[in-house]
């Protein structure tokens, strides 16, 4: 469950992605209704139109999110709500959100996992980020990266909406980022999202 709100007397609407309808909005009756985010559920609806009625929602796996973990996964979710439109078949993201919910529970920073599913998010929309190269010419320079020009040519120095080679290759292969790069990388990811939400405000990025 992406996002939930109330609808008429011991009813909510609930935003959901699923792997095999995408996202899609379903209105959840009484107790159907107390289902919570953050957690992996097995669902079934009902009706036709805008919004079906939700008939089953168990819970399968629960990922206990608390403090700033928990204010990262709304961040994800707030993301995947404005980056992919409802009825639009978007089921990898259903994977995309457990490992980072599952990463997100780690005692490391959460910034890693918030920057790899950013990024795994961005590339389910042909952003262009799956046509970088495997390698770089040079791993220690700095390069600029639009979804529309693709690679810049390598800079000597860092600058302005840059990031550094080898922070570039660990997002584009998941790796670990190195720790004097998570700003950068922040800042980086920050612009490229940007470009997708059509000048929108993501409101939880002002309590990351």
Known sequence: MLHARPFRE???????????????????RGRAGSLRPF????LAWRGRGELPNLTVGEERRVFPLSGRAMVCALYLNELVLRLFPRDVAAGEVVGILEQ???????PERPEHSLRAAEWSLLALI??????????????QAHYRYRPDEGLGEALAEAAPGALRGEALLALATGSRLPDNDLRAARDFMRRLIDQHLDGRELQTRRLL
Do not use: C, F, M
Request: hydrophobic share 50%; aromatic share 2%; charged share 25%.
């Open 10 to 28: 011991n009813s909510r609407i609930l935003d959901l992605v699923t792997r095999d309808a995408g996202r899609i909005a379903v209105l959840a």
């Open 39 to 42: 957690v992996l559920l097995d």
């Open 100 to 106: 980072a919910y599952g990463g997100l529970l780690a």
């Open 126 to 139: 042909d952003s262009g980020l799956d046509h970088l190269p495997e390698a770089l010419p040079d791993v």
